[in-house]
């Protein structure tokens, strides 16, 4: 029989780190979307969106919802699915403000639209009620189809595996982006520096919580690509500052 009094440590060791799980978890639900929050800021002091790639909202919505229908068939933690709800109203923000700065700043009068069914301007409609049809039309299609394959287990793991694919290629746009631009200006430094701090602490929390192996990949993945963007800016600001001398 145990002692009652190492029960009684016990219970008082797991009472006094409550808290920090508690603050560890909030951390999580709301700390994907912060490092958007200095993005937003220098988009809207800039009045100019073309630092910024819309197409890491497309991958971070890609992978969130995906993310709360794998929840569905695989009841992970509940800080996982409210931070995917978080991070979709995040980007829906952030979609928000460039449809209206790019509106503001556009001369033709030519609009394109999702329903121009047209490849080459795929995420990149003028009205950003698209945006919100479109999201709404691939959740409804995950629906069906979890629905009816619901019962699969490859079916809920292939669509974790999903989910966490798109969302460690979250960076990749920003990155290819800078590529072509030759340059960072635009994009808030704040911004990735969040990113970077908030997969380290995201990929900890996964390894210490034993989440699925797919979060942690995901953790690893972003991580690097974090790092080549940091790479970017210190290789653009040099090459800058060559010509100017």
Not at 21 to 35: N, R
Not at 91 to 102: G, P, S
């Amino acid at each position: 029989m145990m002692d009652p009094r190492v029960i009684l440590q016990e219970e008082e060791m797991e009472g006094s780190w409550m808290p920090l799980s508690w603050v560890a978890s909030w951390l999580m639900v709301i700390g994907g979307a912060l490092p958007y929050v200095p993005q937003y800021q220098e988009i809207q002091r800039s009045s100019n969106t073309d630092g910024f790639s819309t197409r890491v909202c497309l991958v971070l919505l890609l992978a969130n919802i995906l993310r709360i229908f794998f929840w569905i068939g695989k009841q992970f933690e509940l800080t996982l699915l409210l931070q995917s709800v978080v991070m979709i109203l995040a980007m829906f923000a952030m979609l928000h403000l460039c449809c209206t700065i790019q509106n503001t700043n556009r001369v033709s009068t030519k609009q394109h639209r999702l329903s121009d069914l047209d490849l080459h301007y795929f995420w990149k409609w003028n009205a950003f009620e698209d945006y919100l049809l479109f999201c709404f039309g691939l959740s409804v299609l995950c629906a069906v189809v979890t629905m009816l394959l619901l019962d699969s287990a490859m079916f809920v793991e292939t669509l974790g595996s999903l989910a966490v694919v798109f969302e460690s290629m979250l960076g990749l746009p920003q990155l290819l982006q800078n590529f072509h631009n030759r340059s960072t200006k635009g994009m808030s430094l704040k911004m990735v520096l969040l990113w970077m701090a908030g997969d380290v602490f995201k990929t900890s929390y996964f390894v210490m919580n034993q989440s699925p192996s797919q979060f942690r990949l995901c953790g690893c993945v972003q991580i690097l690509i974090d790092v080549v963007i940091l790479l970017q800016v210190l290789f653009y600001s040099q090459e800058r500052s060559i010509k100017l001398d």
